[in-house]
DNA sequence: ATGGTTGTACGACGGTTTTCGTACTACGGT
DNA sequence: ACCGTAGTACGAAAACCGTCGTACAACCAT
């Protein structure tokens, strides 16, 4: 079995927190824990890079204490910390669960309402 | 009159909105926006950064929406897009604030309680 | 007009992050 | 014992980010 670090609840620092939902393939990473069942494998998720990049992904999400992880054979089941993160952050998590799926669905009706309609300007 | 690009309120991106949030220096910035008065210049804030940092700061905090600014002579006044936030990404800032808060109490507690307590590892 | 205040532009530097590939380990099944 | 699967370690490359200093622009007061 091998061991993996994780903050204690109350050690989950605010900036690693936001430092690492920052990050559009660890924040669908979070979204997938979210709505999906618990305990999922690196493997069952659908990532747009390569193994290393997700385990590298993965592991700042651990280091965060965003999720947590454990070895099942030769799986790493992940889960979010849902209530670790309520108890130390309030609301933050939820947020930014909704955050994302409001844009999701706003990048998917701008697909389908106007394809081929370019933003002009920054 | 220097004109200022914003966002609109549709246009701001979670991503950049996390991003520039997950910086501590702006984050400090946002904490002050939010419980000072608003329009405030940016000479009023007592950052442990340069000027040009500063400038630097300010213009990622408004190129993701989060604060809004604009010239009065020689000063540039800034404020929350607190409303446009909260529309945008509901409970977002709030929970971000309050995050904020709780780790300052967090830390200046740490500090008064056990001077010279170290943490052990990482 | 001259000078002071407030902020910007630009280039540079150093550190971190994201990404990859390759080689490797750990475990389970047959 | 062997192979396949799941993930790690490590090193390298490229991009990005935060910081600074210097030089500059805009504005106000006198």
Redesign the interface.
Known sequence: MRAL?HPAHDEI???AV??A??D?VR?RIVHQLATGHDDQACIAFDLPVTKSTSTHHFRVLR?AGVIRQHYQGTAKLSTLRADDLET?????L???L???A??KADLEKAGTEKIGTE?A??
Chains 1, 2 share one sequence.
Do not use: M
Request: no cysteine; proline share 11%; glycine share 4%.
């Open positions: 670090a620092e605010l900036d936001l430092s939902l920052a559009p924040r280091e130390r952050f309030p609301g933050l939820p947020a930014i909704t955050a994302t409001a844009e933003k300007d920054l």
